[in-house]
């Protein structure tokens, strides 16, 4: 069975033209989840080929805000992901084949990071953020791990606060908690699983059923 193909893309920033190497979602297997949502595979990782970068100038983003990202950006934020990316061309050297490894992966969300905090996307951002500590985990770079989560946390609650019809509110509410269960903040912990619990239209969320869980473990810990 194949395990790539490759889609030809064209990029908004620099004009470039380029192959985007993909996985075939056939042969991407789940193993099991850690308690913050992280999917734990059974061969290829499919994270290492989530985000598209352009191999000349190294703009990265997801798939789907690939070419929409540089038209809701204005002449200054987008000078400026020029320069940054100017930087992290001359810095970073990145495989973009098949063959990238975990090194590759962090490094391509680490760009990513640069255009999504640019485009102030805040939701996407903490999204990329929890993938990277994802990826420091299965590195066993536990402090590179928890500045990740810091920062993957301080855009979902600025995301909970500041937007209004929050998409998947209840998984926000719960990664809230998990991370900072993780960060061992327990008392914060405790407050947003309490939170989802207590908010009804949540009561058929998957997530209210784990925060439930996490909740009574802390609770058994706690006696």
């Known amino acids: 069975m194949k395990e790539f193909w ?10 470039a033209q380029f192959e985007q190497v993909k996985v075939f979602n056939e042969v991407v297997r789940i193993e099991s989840y850690d308690t913050d949502l992280k999917p734990n595979f059974a061969g290829i990782n499919p994270f290492f080929y989530s ?8 703009y990265t983003a997801f798939e789907d805000d690939f070419d929409s990202i540089i038209s809701r950006i204005n002449s200054n934020q987008l000078s400026k992901l020029k320069k940054v990316l100017g930087i992290a061309r001359k810095r970073f050297n990145i495989n973009l084949s098949e063959n990238r490894d975990i090194d590759d992966a962090i490094k391509i969300h680490s760009l990513a990071i640069l255009t999504y905090a640019i485009a102030d996307m805040k939701s996407k951002l903490a999204e990329i953020y929890l ?10 770079e536990k402090e590179k791990e928890a500045v990740a989560l810091t920062k993957a946390l301080v855009n979902l609650e600025e995301v909970f606060e500041k937007e209004k019809n929050i998409e998947a509110e209840d998984r926000i509410i719960y990664l809230i908690g998990e991370i900072y269960l993780r960060l061992g903040k327990i008392d914060k912990a405790r407050q947003w699983f309490s939170k989802l619990l207590e908010n009804r239209k949540f009561q ?3 997530y209210f059923k784990m925060a439930r869980d996490r909740l009574s473990l802390l609770r058994g810990a706690k006696k």
Do not use: E
């Open 6 to 15: 490759t889609k030809h893309m064209k990029c908004p920033l620099c004009s």
């Open 131 to 140: 993938r990277l500590a994802w990826l420091y985990r299965d590195k066993s």
């Open 51 to 58: 985000l598209t970068t352009c191999n000349s100038c190294y």
């Open 204 to 206: 058929d969320s998957k």
